[in-house]
């Protein structure tokens, strides 16, 4: 199937509508209700930015006929090239699609189109060479939605695609079918059944240049069973099973290194992936009294990927989870939410792989909410878990570990007045890394977590916004049996924010960012810990802009930003600690555009977003330096 193919069957789509009517449908809408049954829409587009370049364009047609059809013909071609490299990509797309949709009884879905893509790779094997995929597909499905057996409801489903194409360095020619069917059945308001099946089979045929993949088969087949009681949102009891199974085959590179194949054609292999899943779930959700919901979930997950040539990418995993949850609403403005898990987690690469391990998790979390007034809440959060890793191969590399977590937060907001609001967040967290095996204990640590940020909104004036956050973070890294080795990270920030509505079109924003980091290390001097500082750095962020409105449709935007950064390396001469080195780093920019929305017609629209930015400082490229950053687009329905 070609271009000229696929542009046909879209102009015999166009000519459906174009049929009597009594041929489409027996029950033709009045012509009254008549208005415009084809619809075609134009759009194109310009993108540029920092790195590329695109241009876009596509056509679009809808075609609505009686009875009940909706057919729809797209093209679309998208170019973009590159501002630093001599490199160019290509997308092309033209696709018909055929839609009907009788609720309750059927729905039809046909699709027939090709795509076409050209990129040039990056990796160094294949540097600037062409990756191209081109595709030609036709694919169908039906749902068909129709009681039998005394069932609630039933639906029969079948679809099929077939496929070829240019694929990077093989031809591919697929077939693939499927059919399936879902089942329910209604015992009264409390009990329901459920039930579905379904299969897939696919023959796939690869070439590469003069060898050939005959009719490699895939198939896929799935079941799935369930049931509820209960009422509502009471489940006393909800039960899951679905299993899938199946194999797929196809043409592989060695380790995918598709240029393997290229170079030698004959190194090409037949993959062939086992796959297997099947998902046990079992909960039970109850209302006991108006203020207290109780939910308990219990899944076991089975999941298995076998491969014959990729062995890397076998895996088996097995896991295991009990979740028991509470919402106890103790007040009318406060809430209590408790979550307790137990998990078991087994994952095995295989017989000579040394990463197969198993886990044991076992997790508590809290959290309350309380709102005090209308103006005051408070909200409060903890965790604590314990996560086991024993690694299945106990000899090949002693990795056994235990790994506490506890975490704390909190935040309050509160109106204290009716034009200033106070926010104050903050966390608390430590985790604890216990090596199982003696050679390891070196490495057992802990590390702590502090974090607390109170923000501060004003409102002095409708014409004036003010806001103020401080935002102070602490990482320090504990070593058990190192106290060399300890290390201490601290980031402070000032963020300070403006907004000042001089006229009603005219805004003016204001920003400035306070940065400060330092570094070091906790040591034992004179039987005393002693906090050693490495490295500060320290930073300054400036940005104001501007946006006047003009009209409805069309705004001005200026905007100006700096940044200055020093960063200091720290040490002692003569006994006292002094800057070794420095290095101050400066940079900014502006950025002057234009933005225009505007409708035409009653069916066309044009959007502009235009930008000239400039910008400087150290180890700035070239096509950085000065560029148009352009977003535009136009669309007009005929």
Same mark, same amino acid.
């Given at each position: 199937?070609?271009?000229?193919?696929?542009?046909?069957?879209?102009?015999?789509?166009?000519?459906?509508?174009?049929?009597?009517?009594?041929?489409?449908?027996?029950?033709?809408?009045?012509?009254?209700?008549?208005?415009?049954?084809?619809?075609?829409?134009?759009?194109?587009?310009?993108?540029?930015?920092?790195?590329?370049?695109?241009?876009?364009?596509?056509?679009?047609?809808?075609?609505?006929?009686?009875?009940?059809?909706?057919?729809?013909?797209?093209?679309?071609?998208?170019?973009?090239?590159?501002?630093?490299?001599?490199?160019?990509?290509?997308?092309?797309?033209?696709?018909?699609?055929?839609?009907?949709?009788?609720?309750?009884?059927?729905?039809?879905?046909?699709?027939?189109?090709?795509?076409?893509?050209?990129?040039?790779?990056?990796?160094?094997?294949?540097?600037?060479?062409?990756?191209?995929?081109?595709?030609?597909?036709?694919?169908?499905?039906?749902?068909?939605?129709?009681?039998?057996?005394?069932?609630?409801?039933?639906?029969?489903?079948?679809?099929?695609?077939?496929?070829?194409?240019?694929?990077?360095?093989?031809?591919?020619?697929?077939?693939?079918?499927?059919?399936?069917?879902?089942?329910?059945?209604?015992?009264?308001?409390?009990?329901?059944?459920?039930?579905?099946?379904?299969?897939?089979?696919?023959?796939?045929?690869?070439?590469?240049?003069?060898?050939?993949?005959?009719?490699?088969?895939?198939?896929?087949?799935?079941?799935?069973?369930?049931?509820?009681?209960?009422?509502?949102?009471?489940?006393?009891?909800?039960?899951?099973?679905?299993?899938?199974?199946?194999?797929?085959?196809?043409?592989?590179?060695?380790?995918?290194?598709?240029?393997?194949?290229?170079?030698?054609?004959?190194?090409?292999?037949?993959?062939?992936?086992?796959?297997?899943?099947?998902?046990?779930?079992?909960?039970?959700?109850?209302?006991?009294?108006?203020?207290?919901?109780?939910?308990?979930?219990?899944?076991?997950?089975?999941?298995?990927?076998?491969?014959?040539?990729?062995?890397?990418?076998?895996?088996?995993?097995?896991?295991?989870?009990?979740?028991?949850?509470?919402?106890?609403?103790?007040?009318?403005?406060?809430?209590?939410?408790?979550?307790?898990?137990?998990?078991?987690?087994?994952?095995?690469?295989?017989?000579?792989?040394?990463?197969?391990?198993?886990?044991?998790?076992?997790?508590?979390?809290?959290?309350?909410?309380?709102?005090?007034?209308?103006? #005051? @809440?408070? %909200?409060?959060?903890? $965790? +604590?878990?314990?996560?086991?890793?024993? /690694?299945?191969? *106990? !000899?090949?590399?002693?990795?056994?570990?235990?790994?506490?977590?506890?975490?704390?937060?909190?935040?309050?907001?509160?109106?204290?007045?009716?034009?200033?609001?106070?926010?104050?967040?903050?966390?608390?967290?430590?985790?604890?890394?216990?090596?199982?095996?003696?050679?390891?204990?070196?490495?057992?640590?802990?590390?702590?977590?502090?974090?607390?940020?109170?923000?501060?909104?004003?409102?002095?004036?409708?014409? #004036? @916004?003010? %806001?103020?956050?401080? $935002? +102070?973070?602490?990482?320090?890294?504990? /070593?058990?049996? *190192? !106290?060399?080795?300890?290390?201490?990270?601290?980031?402070?920030?000032?963020?300070?924010?403006?907004?000042?509505?001089?006229?009603?079109?005219?805004?003016?924003?204001?920003?400035?960012?306070?940065?400060?980091?330092?570094?070091?290390?906790?040591?034992?001097?004179?039987?005393?810990?002693?906090?050693?500082?490495?490295?500060?750095?320290?930073?300054?962020?400036?940005?104001?802009?501007?946006?006047?409105?003009?009209?409805?449709?069309? %705004?001005?935007?200026?905007? +100006?930003?700096?940044?200055?950064?020093?960063?200091?390396?720290?040490?002692?001469?003569?006994?006292?600690?002094?800057?070794?080195?420095?290095?101050?780093?400066?940079?900014?920019?502006?950025?002057?555009?234009?933005?225009?929305?505007?409708?035409?017609?009653?069916?066309?629209?044009?959007?502009?977003?235009?930008?000239?930015?400039?910008?400087?400082?150290?180890?700035?490229?070239?096509?950085?330096?000065?560029?148009?950053?352009?977003?535009?687009?136009?669309?007009?329905?005929?």
């Amino acid at each position: 199937m070609n271009r000229k193919i696929v542009i046909g069957f879209s102009m015999a789509l166009a000519l459906i509508s174009a049929l009597p009517v009594g041929v489409r449908s027996q029950e033709a809408a009045p012509d009254s209700l008549i208005t415009d049954r084809f619809i075609p829409i134009w759009t194109s587009f310009m993108r540029s930015g920092v790195t590329d370049v695109s241009l876009g364009s596509q056509v679009q047609a809808h075609i609505m006929p009686p009875g009940g059809w909706n057919i729809s013909s797209l093209i679309a071609v998208q170019a973009k090239s590159y501002r630093s490299r001599d490199m160019q990509e290509v997308f092309e797309q033209i696709m018909n699609t055929a839609r009907k949709n009788e609720p309750g009884f059927y729905k039809l879905d046909f699709n027939l189109g090709e795509t076409y893509s050209k990129k040039q790779t990056m990796g160094l094997a294949r540097y600037g060479k062409d990756i191209i995929f081109e595709n030609e597909y036709a694919d169908g499905s039906a749902v068909i939605s129709r009681p039998i057996l005394r069932a609630h409801s039933t639906q029969f489903f079948v679809a099929g695609e077939a496929k070829r194409g240019h694929n990077d360095f093989k031809y591919d020619k697929t077939i693939l079918g499927g059919a399936g069917a879902r089942i329910t059945y209604l015992f009264g308001e409390v009990l329901s059944l459920k039930a579905g099946g379904g299969l897939m089979r696919k023959r796939e045929t690869s070439e590469i240049e003069t060898i050939s993949f005959d009719r490699m088969p895939s198939d896929a087949d799935t079941v799935s069973v369930g049931a509820v009681y209960g009422r509502g949102p009471n489940k006393l009891l909800e039960v899951k099973y679905a299993k899938i199974s199946g194999v797929t085959r196809w043409v592989t590179p060695p380790r995918g290194n598709s240029l393997e194949i290229i170079d030698n054609p004959e190194a090409a292999k037949e993959e062939e992936s086992r796959l297997n899943s099947e998902k046990l779930l079992i909960g039970s959700s109850v209302q006991l009294f108006p203020f207290l919901f109780v939910n308990v979930d219990f899944d076991h997950d089975l999941r298995s990927q076998r491969n014959k040539v990729d062995t890397r990418l076998s895996k088996e995993t097995e896991s295991t989870n009990i979740i028991a949850s509470t919402d106890y609403n103790y007040a009318e403005r406060g809430r209590l939410h408790f979550t307790a898990r137990i998990g078991d987690k087994s994952v095995d690469y295989g017989p000579t792989s040394v990463s197969s391990f198993s886990e044991n998790e076992k997790k508590v979390v809290m959290r309350a909410t309380q709102k005090i007034t209308d103006s #005051l @809440d408070v %909200s409060l959060s903890g $965790s +604590v878990s314990l996560k086991q890793k024993f /690694f299945k191969k *106990k !000899d090949a590399n002693p990795r056994d570990a235990d790994y506490l977590y506890y975490n704390l937060g909190g935040s309050v907001r509160a109106a204290l007045m009716p034009r200033i609001q106070v926010q104050i967040e903050g966390t608390m967290s430590i985790n604890e890394t216990i090596n199982i095996d003696r050679s390891l204990s070196g490495d057992n640590r802990k590390d702590y977590l502090y974090w607390l940020s109170p923000k501060i909104e004003v409102q002095p004036a409708k014409w #004036l @916004d003010l %806001s103020q956050k401080y $935002s +102070v973070k602490i990482e320090y890294t504990d /070593f058990v049996y *190192k !106290d060399d080795e300890n290390y201490l990270n601290r980031t402070t920030s000032m963020v300070t924010e403006a907004r000042f509505t001089v006229m009603r079109p005219l805004v003016f924003n204001f920003r400035h960012i306070y940065l400060m980091k330092d570094s070091g290390s906790y040591l034992m001097r004179e039987n005393d810990r002693k906090y050693n500082r490495s490295g500060e750095n320290f930073e300054h962020r400036l940005y104001l802009a501007t946006l006047y409105r003009l009209t409805v449709e069309m %705004s001005i935007l200026a905007e +100006v930003d700096f940044r200055t950064q020093e960063n200091n390396r720290l040490g002692f001469v003569g006994g006292d600690r002094v800057v070794v080195s420095s290095n101050v780093y400066k940079s900014g920019g502006m950025k002057l555009g234009i933005r225009r929305e505007r409708k035409f017609w009653g069916n066309g629209r044009v959007d502009l977003d235009i930008n000239y930015v400039r910008r400087f400082g150290p180890n700035i490229s070239p096509e950085r330096r000065e560029y148009w950053d352009i977003d535009s687009s136009i669309a007009f329905n005929f």
